[in-house]
């Protein structure tokens, strides 16, 4: 699978969105951009994932460059709900198991 | 919302003993996971299990390690010999193509 790039940490206002970069500069035609978060030490949670187009659901959204060399998770109106550690995953469709790397520890502040 | 049980939520255990930790997976789902986290470091895979069969293990699981469905619903992760370093929080997670859905976790700790 291919890796990720992720910055360790960011800071984001209460209300505002939250914008969390994901490079993933040598990812193959066939594999898939996975976005899974972890709220202090519960089990990782299922946010979205896409392949090329980009992608909405209730939680999130995720854009990915047209070259799908990175990606950005958007979470349009932060609470403090959402601090938590974000991880971006490339995962091949043919491969099952999921690789975690460090994430970026979101801090939605007041 | 279909929900992945783990039990114990903690077990305590003392070095050299067999620990067994148990997950009830998502009736339609497939493929089944092990993952642990080690305080304060990231998640890390352990083993996939599909068709009543290992699919891929990580190097962490070693011959002291076992998985098995042994009821057909139940899916469990059998530590045979613990040592101080397998304290850990173990994740069972179960899923099919797109994704997986995660349990809250056992905290293992072995004194």
């Known amino acids: 699978d291919a890796k990720t790039t992720q910055p360790p940490s960011m800071d984001c206002a209460e209300g505002r969105a939250a914008n969390l970069p994901c490079n993933h500069s040598t990812i193959s035609g066939n594999e898939y951009v996975y976005w899974y978060r972890q709220i202090h030490s519960q089990g990782p949670q299922y946010i979205i994932h896409?392949?090329?187009n980009n992608e909405t659901n209730e939680m999130a959204s995720l854009i990915i460059t047209e070259d799908r060399k990175s990606s950005t998770l958007i979470l349009p109106h932060a609470t403090l709900r959402d601090t938590a550690v974000y991880y971006c995953?490339?995962?091949?469709?043919?491969?099952?198991?999921?690789?975690f790397g460090a994430g970026t520890r979101l801090t939605v502040k007041p | 919302e279909p929900e992945v049980t783990q039990t114990p939520s903690h077990q305590v255990t003392q070095m050299g003993q067999e620990v067994i930790l148990r997950c009830v997976p998502i009736?339609?789902?497939?493929?089944f996971y092990w993952y642990r986290q080690i305080l304060g470091q990231k998640v890390e895979f352990l083993v996939s299990?599909?068709?009543?069969?290992?699919?891929?293990k990580s190097e962490i699981f070693d011959d002291q390690f076992s998985v098995e469905r042994p009821d057909g619903s139940n899916f469990t992760l059998k530590i045979r010999s613990t040592k101080l370093e397998d304290s850990a929080m173990y994740f069972c997670a179960t899923g099919g193509r797109y994704g997986y859905t995660f349990g809250s976790g056992t905290r293992l700790t072995v004194v």
């Open positions: 009736s339609n789902h497939l493929y």
């Open positions: 896409g392949l090329k």
């Open positions: 299990f599909y068709n009543n069969e290992i699919s891929e």
């Open positions: 995953i490339v995962r091949n469709d043919n491969n099952n198991d999921m690789r």
